[in-house]
């Protein structure tokens, strides 16, 4: 089976690959895609090595052709980032002047990698085979593959959150990860685990009473919120529950973005060592823990209708009764050759219900206006979302929102 990874010249990718060679004997060739070349080149063969070092079967190769990529790839995963770090920086600074979080997922950050990114990902989507599926790890995930699945493609979202509660808590209750099913459940970075299952029974209420504190560390919320809850929120969460606290953060440290930066500087001069053939330690500090397992997983059961339990970005299709059938939820679900469907869960409370239902509708308008452009549709998506909902903040972020990345959105030019 052909796996085309779009985005391969990503310093992530050796990550990736690790896992496809552990847990996906499956893939008979890899096909890292990208337009960086030397890049590319530098990573691509870093790869190789770890492929020959876990004994793999499969080939790889990289190309910055797109056709060649996406010829014949059963599964297409997209992990691009239009505007590289110096966009994500952009993104995670220009709304504290409007006293509104940077972050490159969620409020007018997150909206603005939106927009750079869904006509590219659409473009890469149209030109795969017709029977692909198309994995999404590009964030902002929801945004992406509503947009995805509107375009008429056979499209998943996949997120790391759910993995890592899963991973931590079964090492905590010292039992195999896959004897741990949760009850995950929101939106993409809008999420909380609601029950944590081992053989039927929910232990996530014996793990806050005897690890609240450590939980809520884990998650940068303040254990007073998890305790009223009785859920555990994502630490995506904080954006929403602490914002002011993290917009003051935000002013004083450096970004993400600029941090990532100096480690990929580094990883790309360790990768370019022929005799490392093993991932880096400080390829933790990159991000995405656990990603390559969820995506092997994931890729295993859409290929071999194995019915695999997976936290999936998928259509709504009534499970939030509160939200359109439309609509990209993420939650737990039973994954097989004909997609993803959630597993029955209770219904939200309006705690939570609430958030969703504001954060989906912006997600709607951030589609809308991904695809068709156009300022005051990119004003009316700012203005529904719960992080900005002002006018004059809208108003600002919208003009510097564009001014910021006109560079990447052809219909500012039109």
């Given amino acids: 089976m052909k796996i085309a990874v779009v985005g391969g010249g990503s310093t992530y990718t050796p990550e990736l690959v690790d896992g496809f060679a552990r847990l996906a004997p499956f893939a008979s060739e890899i096909v890292l895609l990208d337009p960086a070349a030397d890049r590319l080149a530098t990573v691509g063969a870093f790869a190789q090595r770890i492929l020959r070092t876990h004994g793999s079967a499969a080939t790889l190769r990289w190309t910055s052709n797109v056709d060649d990529a996406l010829a014949g790839a059963s599964t297409v995963v997209i992990q691009l980032r239009v505007g590289g770090q110096q966009a994500r920086i952009s993104d995670e600074t220009f709304p504290l002047a409007c006293d509104c979080v940077g972050q490159e997922t969620t409020g007018a950050g997150g909206f603005a990698k939106a927009l750079r990114t869904v006509p590219v990902v659409l473009d890469i989507a149209r030109r795969a085979d017709p029977g692909a599926w198309i994995v999404n790890f590009t964030n902002p995930v929801g945004i992406v593959t509503r947009a995805l699945l509107d375009d008429g493609h056979r499209a998943a979202g996949l997120c790391n959150v759910a993995i890592g509660f899963q991973r931590r808590w079964a090492a905590a209750l010292g039992v195999d990860p896959a004897a741990v099913v949760l009850d995950h459940v929101g939106l993409n970075h809008l999420t909380w685990e609601r029950a944590a299952y081992v053989d039927g029974v929910d232990r996530l209420p014996g793990l806050l009473e005897t690890g609240l504190d450590e939980i809520a560390a884990g998650v940068q919320i303040p254990p007073a919120i998890v305790r009223s809850l009785g859920v555990v ?78 936290a999936v970005n998928v259509r709504n299709r009534g499970f939030l009764p509160f939200l359109s059938d439309d609509a990209v939820i993420e939650a737990t679900c039973r994954v097989g050759a004909n997609g993803a469907e959630p597993v029955p869960a209770p219904p939200l409370r309006p705690e939570l219900a609430g958030l969703v239902a504001g954060v989906s509708a912006y997600e709607e308008l951030a589609v809308e206006a991904a695809i068709k452009g156009g300022r005051d549709r990119v004003y009316r998506a700012l203005l529904s979302h719960p992080l900005v909902r002002q006018h004059d903040k809208a108003e600002r972020l919208t003009d510097d929102l564009l001014a910021a990345n006109r560079a990447h959105l052809p219909w500012l030019s039109a």
Avoid: C, N, W
């Avoid at 953060?249 to 580094?266: H, L, S």
């Fill in 233 to 310: 929120p994502s630490y995506y969460l904080r954006y929403f529950y602490s914002h002011d606290e993290v917009v003051a953060e935000e002013r004083d440290q450096p970004t993400r973005g600029q941090k990532v930066a100096e480690i990929e500087r580094e990883l790309l001069r360790m990768y370019a060592d022929p005799a490392l053939d093993k991932k880096p330690e400080l390829l933790g500090q990159r991000g995405g823990a656990f990603y390559s397992e969820a995506a092997a997983g994931l890729i295993a059961s859409l290929q071999h209708d194995d019915g695999g339990i997976h």
